[in-house]
């Protein structure tokens, strides 16, 4: 991560959206050195977690010897859909002040979205192209004469930045 581009001593909050994402192994280092460059212009420097010690589990003998809670000087707001393990032993060794708020209808879908669910090990592209192709049959069986085919739309979550490129 470069220098900043602007002045961090007058950041009053900071919120970390997708932060099961932005805590994984792909970005990690550059979320902690961003909050530690934070701290760091508030005039309270942090301790940069090395990312072994991130993705050790609680019983590891890297995090048992070395935790230290960490304490910013702005706000601090996390938001995430999911709360894997190693973001969870993550807050609880190193935020636990932190306060959880977590919804009921956390992964509440409208009853009228058509989900699927596919592995990355499996063609996404390819079942792109197959939903497409049956949207192009469909219509040919029910509407007469040209015109346009209406696509599905969708919306594809992938949760590493690497596969987000391969796509």
């Given at each position: ?39 760091a212009?508030?005039g309270?420097?942090v ?13 590891s ?13 702005f ?8 709360i ?22 956390l992964h ?5 979205l ?14 792109i ?12 069986k ?9 696509l ?16």
């Amino acid at each position: 991560v470069d220098e900043p581009e602007m002045s961090l001593e007058n950041v009053q909050w900071v919120v970390v959206d997708e932060t099961d994402v932005l805590f994984n192994l792909d970005f990690q280092e550059s979320t902690h050195m961003l909050l530690a460059d934070i701290a760091a212009a508030h005039g309270s420097p942090v301790p940069v977690i090395p990312s072994l010690v991130l993705s050790s589990t609680p019983d590891s003998e890297a995090t048992a010897t070395s935790i230290q809670s960490i304490s910013y000087l702005f706000n601090f707001l996390l938001t995430s859909a999911t709360i894997p393990t190693s973001l969870a032993t993550y807050l609880s060794n190193y935020q636990p002040s932190l306060i959880r708020l977590a919804s009921p209808w956390l992964h509440h879908l409208s009853p009228t979205l058509c989900t699927a669910q596919t592995s990355w090990t499996g063609d996404v592209e390819h079942r792109i192209c197959r939903i497409w192709a049956e949207d192009a049959l469909m219509r040919s069986k029910t509407v007469t004469g040209p015109g346009p085919i209406k696509l599905s739309k969708l919306l594809i979550f992938c949760n590493k930045h690497s596969k987000v490129e391969q796509l």
